[in-house]
């Protein structure tokens, strides 16, 4: 990632494949009360469990906790607006209709030239 690729909130985070809760609570500032409860409100935030029932974070897991306290804190969007906003942002982009005749054309020759065979 680039220095103009990276966003306010994020930060660079420690060589390791995964974090327990103490850990990603003192990289994000974030009391574990509120990673647990965050993880019942935002659905994407689903740590692993250990053989032991710890949580065990992602790094991807928390570039989205660090996300979400950029919405909420800094943005001052609502738990419910957040949720909104990180949903929206990863549905794909609908095709305009002309893309969709052009990939509708291909897959039919395709289909054609499977029954020619």
Known sequence: MTMQDKKPY???LPDKFYFK?????KITGLPSHVLRFWEAEFRKIRPQRTDAGQRSYTKKDIELILEIKHLL???KYTIAG????????????PKLPGELVEELKAELKSIRTLIDK
Do not use: F, M, T, W
């Not at 809760?21 to 609570?25: Q, R, T, W």
């Not at 906003?85 to 794909?92: I, M, V």
């Open 10 to 12: 994020q930060i660079e």
């Open 82 to 93: 957040a949720c909104n906003y990180l949903s929206a942002r990863s549905k794909p982009v």
């Open 21 to 25: 809760i103490g850990e990603v609570s």
């Open 73 to 75: 804190y800094d943005r």
